[in-house]
T-cell receptor
Framework: QQQVKQSPQSLIVQKGGISIINCAYENTAFDYFPWYQQFPGKGPALLIAIRPDVSEKKEGRFTISFNKSAKQFSLHIMDSQPGDSATYFCAAKRVNTGFQKLVFGTGTRLLVSP | DTGVSQDPRHKITKRGQNVTFRCDPISEHNRLYWYRQTLGQGPEFLTYFQNEAQLEKSRLLSDRFSAERPKGSFSTLEIQRTEQGDSAMYLC???????????????FGNGTRLTVT
């Protein structure tokens, strides 16, 4: 049972363009939505995260947009760079879970062409 | 480097053999997690330790899997009688307590890639 659905599976963006990755969740009992970036041969690294009481969060070139009613959230990478080429995972944590038991999406492989 | 360290990086074993992986978390982190990642998928939660206590285990963690964190520092994950379906990347992560903040981020190691032949 996939509780967090992520799309697209892969994405090619030109340098300087905007990369957009979408996630949808089925369980309303999630209260924390992080995005992780993973390079080949490395573990995932936290990129940015949002709580459901906020509709948008921006950190540098990375923005999360959150739509609670639609149960959707997305990652926007502005001015995409070749160094952003990686696999991106959205995730969600259940409410009242006092530790990081995360449910991950299936990942989006991003390629930023020079 | 003060990140999460995992050993070995790669392990190839024959079906039916036992394997053990080690994780050294960031020193001040009292929370430690094991996740499993198969090819083309996101990580899946396996188990969670707070200090030396194992507080949560996923149903993915069959009886052949055992994890320990005896002194609340490093952790080991053992798989007995390995099966080809156990082939995956085993990721360890650590974090600080939630404390006054809302969520303390997970810091992942670079994983141990297990191949069962």
């Amino acid at each position: 049972q996939q509780q967090v659905k992520q799309s697209p599976q892969s994405l090619i963006v030109q340098k300087g363009g905007i990369s957009i990755i979408n996630c949808a969740y089925e369980n309303t009992a999630f209260d924390y939505f992080p995005w992780y970036q993973q390079f080949p041969g490395k573990g995932p690294a936290l990129l940015i995260a949002i709580r459901p009481d906020v509709s948008e969060k921006k950190e540098g070139r990375f923005t999360i947009s959150f739509n609670k009613s639609a149960k959707q959230f997305s990652l926007h990478i502005m001015d995409s760079q070749p160094g952003d080429s990686a696999t991106y995972f959205c995730a969600a944590k259940r409410v009242n879970t006092g530790f990081q038991k995360l449910v991950f999406g299936t990942g989006t492989r991003l390629l930023v062409s020079p | 480097d003060t990140g999460v360290s995992q050993d070995p990086r790669h392990k190839i074993t024959k079906r039916g053999q036992n394997v053990t992986f080690r994780c050294d978390p960031i020193s001040e982190h009292n929370r430690l997690y094991w996740y499993r990642q198969t090819l083309g998928q996101g990580p899946e939660f396996l188990t969670y330790f707070q200090n030396e206590a194992q507080l949560e285990k996923s149903r993915l963690l069959s009886d052949r899997f055992s994890a320990e964190r005896p002194k609340g520092s490093f952790s080991t994950l053992e798989i007995q009688r390995t099966e080809q379906g156990d082939s995956a990347m085993y990721l360890c992560a650590s974090s600080l307590p939630v404390g006054g903040g809302y969520n303390s981020p997970l810091h992942f190691g670079n994983g141990t890639r297990l191949t069962v032949t």
